[in-house]
């Protein structure tokens, strides 16, 4: 069993050297591989010698593509461990500075015990408190330590520390038993199917985008991916944009490359739409009632289509924004802005709430948060730089919100909606923490209104953050549980409503004792709750605490 002891020396780099390797000898052996495919098919001699020597590099072929489709479960292998070790670091080290904060001791053996300072702060606590008469038949007259607030609340930070250690635990030892499976692999000649197939000259563009539609990790795809040729790789942008650019697992540069096409294809046919209407309301009259309120009708049609028009063309063109997934007519976005690069320090997840929509993108307004916040953060705290990635995955046809307050269909107290959306999130979580993990960026996550709930549903699927955000944020679901080694921080103006809705046993993040709340004076309840959506000019003072808070953390 792998102990608190082996875990806590754990780092990234070494493993980060053994993928680079695995990567560097699969690409040679695919190299290798393609030289000899081409000298086959160049061999154009006759006889028996000759017969026996395309035999022979058949042979050597063979050998190649298996050797080659070893490297590839290898390369998997070592990429899910790359992702899973880089969290574990973070979280091991989130736990000790849990420990600090709230005066735990981790011992070396992973268990945990209330440190000094909780003793000094419960009985000076305690000193205080009225005690009750002494009882003449016992000896024992110190106060009750086990009522004292400094008590409890060591006591459930205990409890949040040892369960946040067993998931380390169990993280660290599924890591050490999949690396051991796979190097077994390895010395016993075994590998799978579906490697073989891909190592394979004969590549099958349907077999590869049908391993991408299964239930695939995103480690998993990516690995698959890096084992294609770049012609491979090319290939399938051209034959399948739509899989390519929403498969979680693909390198986000692909996916903005491919998406940014089918973006720029739709606006062409906008542009058409839009001449087409334009002739229709030249051709009216208006000299009639009936011409009027077409001339009408149309002319909405019109600013609605230029409206996404205008919005796909600002993206398509700004060099610090993108799609990272791009299905309007599924109402799913993902949009980026500011860079991923060696610079970044920060990535930014934000959730937009109740109400959002494809609209609330072409009008700038599921946005305004999060592209002022990367706009700002240098200035705000330096040598911070912020790349953001706004999420909104619907998944239905037609118009509407893709969360709502509320037990309906697409309702935030509505449970398999929420389950379905968590994992959606969670999944995309993991192909972000596969591009973080490149250059070393803390992974951060906000969430409005009602969707700070798909961001607690992400967790209970085991997405886990450096950092979560509260913006005016409902409610928890009842199974959640804060980890110990995620910061986490609730921002409102007051009053705010949503501090006052509970389901059930969950909690609002204001009574979550995880959460550290940041309340600023408001105007009424509704404009408050709308604010903390919008952009720097309304969230000055809260936009700065947040960066500081996530650069902090």
């Known amino acids: 069993m ?19 390797l695995i990567e560097r000898a699969e690409g040679a052996m695919q190299a290798n591989g393609d030289v000899l495919f081409r000298a086959s098919a160049n061999f154009a001699s006759t006889g028996l010698a000759a017969t026996a020597a395309r035999d022979s590099l058949s042979e050597v072929l063979r050998d190649i593509d298996f050797v080659e489709a070893q490297l590839t479960d290898l390369l998997i292998a070592a990429r899910e461990a790359t992702i899973t070790l880089d969290e574990i670091v973070q979280r091991v080290q989130g736990s000790h500075d849990y420990a600090l904060d709230e005066h735990l001791v981790i011992n070396i053996d992973g268990t945990v015990e209330l440190g000094a300072q909780v003793w000094i702060d419960a009985r000076a606590e305690a000193a205080t408190m009225p005690q009750p008469l002494p009882d003449p038949q016992s000896k024992d007259h110190s106060p009750d330590f086990e009522t004292t607030e400094a008590y409890t609340r060591a ?35 075994t590998t799978s ?35 294609l040729s770049p012609e491979q790789q090319s290939s399938l942008e051209s034959d399948y944009p739509h899989i390519i650019g929403s498969t979680n697992g693909i390198p986000f540069e692909t996916r903005s490359r491919v998406n940014e096409k089918l973006a720029e294809a739709r606006s062409l046919d906008l542009t058409e739409q839009i001449d087409a209407i334009q002739d229709k309301m030249n051709n009216l009259t208006l000299d009639n009632e009936l011409d009027i309120h077409e001339y009408s009708e149309l002319s909405k049609e019109k600013n609605s289509l230029a409206l996404e028009r205008d919005y796909l063309n600002q993206v398509t063109k700004s060099p610090e924004r993108t799609f990272i997934l791009f299905d309007p007519d599924s109402n799913r976005i993902i949009e980026q802005n500011g860079s991923l690069t060696a610079s970044t320090t920060e990535v930014y997840t934000h959730v937009p709430g109740t109400g959002t929509s494809y609209k609330s993108f072409q009008d700038g307004s599921a946005t305004a ?15 911070t730089e912020v790349a953001s990635f706004t999420f909104m995955d619907g998944d239905f046809e037609g118009d509407g919100a893709w969360i709502e307050w509320g037990a309906g269909e697409r309702g935030n107290i509505n449970a398999n909606h929420l ?28 969430g409005h209104s009602a969707s700070q709930s798909v961001v607690f549903s992400s967790e209970n699927f085991g997405a886990w953050y450096n950092q979560v955000n509260s913006l005016s944020g409902s409610y928890a679901p009842g199974d959640w549980n ?31 004792e995880a959460f550290e709340n940041h309340s600023y004076d408001g105007t009424d309840p509704f404009s408050n709750h709308a604010r903390t959506n919008g952009d720097t000019t309304e969230n000055d003072l809260l936009t700065r605490e947040l960066i500081h808070e996530i650069q902090a953390d």
């Open 2 to 20: 792998i102990s608190w002891q082996t875990v806590s020396r754990w780092n990234l780099d070494p493993a980060l050297e053994a993928q680079y």
């Open 155 to 189: 006591k459930a930070a205990k409890l949040n520390l040892e369960r946040e250690i067993g998931k380390i635990l169990t993280m660290a030892q599924s890591l050490d038993d999949s690396l051991t499976s796979a190097c077994e692999n390895i010395t016993s000649s």
């Open 193 to 227: 199917g579906q490697s073989i197939e891909l190592s394979s000259i004969e590549f099958s563009a349907d077999s590869f985008t049908d391993a991408l539609t299964s239930d695939k990790s995103p480690s998993e795809i990516r690995a698959l991916w890096d084992s």
């Open 369 to 383: 948060f999060p592209s002022n916040m990367v706009e700002t953060a240098p200035d705000i705290t330096p040598n």
């Open 419 to 446: 389950q379905v959306k968590g994992e959606s999130l969670k999944d995309f979580q993991d192909a972000l923490a596969i591009e973080a993990s490149g250059i070393g960026a803390d992974i951060n996550i906000g």
């Open 482 to 512: 804060a980890n110990a080694s995620t910061g986490y921080d609730h921002y409102y103006y007051k009053p705010e409503f949503l501090n006052m809705f509970m389901v059930g046993p969950a909690p609002s993040p204001l009574g979550a």
